[in-house]
């Protein structure tokens, strides 16, 4: 059905006369109309009139059945455009009640209330059906030219009405479209703009790790030149502290041999005030102690350069996963010792196809948020490795304060950070991420406020490789 053609009327009164008279009025014959203006054009010689459109009137003998036959010509999507309600009607409802009824099933129906008796006055019924926009009165015995103009023209304002429903809903299709238009492009904007901060950073990240690398080569090589020396001279001097044990042995055995009472009394004061029993005890462990602090200092050294080494060449290559873990652990436990105490549990691991600096970034951000993760008491950190498939995993665990979950879809973003200003920039994280999507990898967090949080590293063992285009096909 053309909605914006509405012409159809429902006539809802318990008289039948009144529906004979309404038939006659709202639909004559078409022939008779036809010929009374074809015989005024051929006697007058007027242009015919227009044939004007024909009402559809559907009768009903009561409220009930009024209702009835609208909801089933709204099933049909065949809508009233206008009904004719009798006030009066002793079976069933009143015109009232049957005008609330309709309403209820159809809002856009104009509705002319057809009465002889004063039931109701005009401000009860508008104040009781509120439809001020949808309602006139034909008093009984009411004139047919009176029946045919509000038949005519609330018939048009139903289809006025349609009409502009119909543009507005068009207009807020637009309106929707071009939200949504708005709303893809500026996510789409959003994501460009993150994924060029997301690019600055790790360029000013990777110019870091080069500058550093740069740096510790060369502290290596001005620090490992006094530590070789310092390493050989203790060799030596526990070489000669030995030799010189050998001479206070003999000249211990000699003394007996001195007649002077007064010299060996001398020098027995002489041994008991500089303590040289202690001395011969604590000289050799000084000795030990020093060349274990020396050789701390060149593993420190050692696990700088692996720790800082750039892949500017953005090469792959294989490394030992545990080796970059405790290279890194070694380089961040001043910042661990005070706070927790690392647990380790290691499988057997096969070297893996990676940028080794990278992950160890990566491991060194979450040691550290791990252990500023702790409370005032001493926690624990725990790292798992182990292997699935055709790939390896990392799981950094810590007994620390844990994260609330409205924050844990948010740790991975740029700049996001739970720490007090000036004790985050929150973008280590958001590198961490780069860095194992990089390398074909996952990582994940689970926690739970107040026991703690693990984040899981899954890496591809063997990085895959787009396959090479065959020229001669």
């Known amino acids: 059905m053309d909605v914006l053609r509405n012409r159809r009327i429902l006539l809802i009164d318990d008289t039948p006369s009144i529906h004979e008279d309404f038939r006659k009025i709202l639909t004559p014959p078409p022939a008779e109309d036809g010929a009374l203006d074809g015989l005024e054009a051929l006697l007058f010689g007027a242009a015919p ?87 006139l009165i034909l008093k009984k015995p009411f004139d047919n030219i009176e029946v045919q103009q509000m038949a005519s023209t609330l018939t048009s304002k139903w289809q006025m009405t349609a009409r502009a429903e119909l543009q507005m809903h068009h207009l807020e299709q637009l309106v929707e479209q071009r939200t949504s238009d708005l709303q893809r492009t500026s996510s789409a904007l959003r994501q460009e703009i993150d994924e060029r901060k997301q690019l600055e950073i790790q360029l000013v990240q990777s110019e870091k790790l080069a500058s550093l690398g740069q740096l510790a080569a060369g502290v290596a090589h001005e620090i490992n030149n006094p530590i070789g020396f310092v390493s050989s001279n203790l060799g030596s001097l526990a070489g000669y502290l030995g030799q010189l044990e050998q001479m206070l042995g003999a ?24 303590d040289l029993e202690f001395l011969r005890e604590d000289m050799p462990l000084l000795i030990k102690e020093s060349k274990e602090g020396i050789g701390r200092v060149e593993q420190i050294v050692k696990d700088l350069k692996n720790f800082s080494r750039v892949d500017s060449d953005q090469q792959w290559q294989l490394a030992n996963l545990h080796q970059g873990i405790d290279s890194t652990l070694n380089i961040v436990a001043n ?3 005070y706070k927790a105490d690392v647990i380790k549990h290691y499988q057997e691991l096969p070297e893996i196809e990676c940028l080794p600096s990278q992950l160890n970034q990566v ?13 005032e008491e001493r926690g624990t950190i725990t790292l798992s490795t182990g292997v699935e498939g055709e790939q390896v995993w990392l799981e950094v665990s810590d007994s620390g304060c844990g994260i609330d979950p409205q924050h844990l879809q948010k740790i991975f973003d740029p700049f996001f950070t739970t720490k ?33 949080t693990t984040f899981r590293l899954e890496l591809p063992i063997r990085q895959r490789r787009e396959p090479v285009p065959d020229t001669a096909a």
């Not at 003394?255 to 027995?268: C, D, Y």
């Not at 491991?363 to 409370?375: F, W």
């Not at 007090?420 to 967090?445: A, D, N, R």
């Open 49 to 135: 009139k227009p044939m004007q459109q024909a009402f559809e009137l559907d009768s009903a003998y009561g409220g009930q059945e009024g209702l009835a036959k609208l909801c089933q010509a709204l099933e049909q999507d065949r809508p009233y455009a206008l009904a004719f309600v009798d006030m009066r009607m002793p079976q069933g409802w009143d015109g009232v009640q049957t005008i609330e009824h309709l309403w209820q099933a159809d809002q856009r129906l104009q509705v002319v209330v057809c009465t002889a008796y004063s039931d109701y006055s005009w401000e009860e019924l508008l104040e009781r059906l509120q439809g001020h926009d949808r309602l």
């Open 363 to 375: 491991v060194m951000n979450l040691v550290v948020n791990a252990a500023q993760a702790m409370g």
């Open 251 to 274: 000249y211990r055995q000699s003394e007996e041999a001195i007649a002077a009472p007064e010299i060996r009394k001398r020098l027995q004061s002489l041994r008991e005030s500089i």
């Open 420 to 452: 007090p200003v000036g004790q985050g920039t929150g973008l280590g994280l958001s590198l961490s991420y780069g860095i194992v999507k990089k390398h074909g990898g996952q990582i994940s967090v689970r926690s739970q406020p107040g026991s703690g």
């Open 335 to 337: 910042e661990i010792k």
